[in-house]
């Protein structure tokens, strides 16, 4: 047991010493949606624009990489129902903290693909039906797994820009027969010190 746990801090520390690190910062224009059923129809969602920002540690061993982030985006969506021949507009409004951590390929000096697993956190969870403010606290659950692809285009002087989609893979709803999958599409730019 011994020798193998010194032949993994071993192995860890040398992989460590031989990869490129860097830090950055990350933000853009996100599209965030829902989809799911509501008793057994499906959900009709409309996606919402928002904003995400974030930092980032990426450790680079010749044309592979791991990258773990923190990051915060006003995730959510826009759905419409109808009630008693009455259409409801509601907006959903998650503060997600998320900590992704992609795996990289790098296509050459510039170009790169990315997957990986998302873990979010829900830190608050509000809503607005009709033109009153709601609490979701009960409705939303706090935590989010999701996974995401993503591409990002490299420039020498340090700034990228990459496209993301998150696939959400945990039902967020605390309600019973209701199921509800949260997903963001991304654009942004970022830079690498």
């Not at 959900?43 to 540690?57: E, H, K, P, Q, V």
């Not at 773990?68 to 959903?92: D, N, Q, Y």
């Not at 697993?117 to 409705?139: A, H, M, Q, T, W």
């Not at 820009?161 to 967020?172: A, E, K, L, V």
Request: charged letters at 20%; one cysteine or more.
């Amino acid at each position: 047991m011994k020798k193998i746990l010194t032949v993994v801090i071993a192995f860890v520390t040398l992989t460590t010493i031989n990869a490129q690190v860097k830090t950055g910062l990350r933000a853009g224009y996100a599209r965030s949606m829902v989809s799911g059923k509501i008793l057994g129809a499906d959900l009709n969602s409309d996606a919402r624009s928002t904003y995400y920002i974030g930092c980032f540690s990426e450790a680079k061993f010749g044309n592979t990489a791991v990258q773990a982030e923190l990051m915060f985006s006003p995730a959510g969506s826009k759905i419409t129902t109808k009630a008693l021949g009455k259409e409801i507009k509601t907006v959903s409004n998650f503060g997600t903290l998320s900590l992704p951590i992609s795996f990289k390929y790098y296509l050459g000096d510039s170009f790169a693909i990315s997957a990986g697993p998302s873990f979010g956190f829900n830190i608050y969870r509000k809503g607005e039906v009709g033109n009153v403010e709601v609490d979701l606290d009960k409705e939303i659950k706090t935590f989010n797994f999701s996974g995401l692809v993503g591409l990002e285009y490299n420039l020498d002087s340090g700034l990228f820009f990459d496209t993301r989609f998150n696939y959400g893979f945990s039902n967020i709803s605390k309600i019973d027969k209701t199921e509800i999958k949260n997903h963001t599409l991304t654009f942004g730019l970022g830079y690498k010190f």
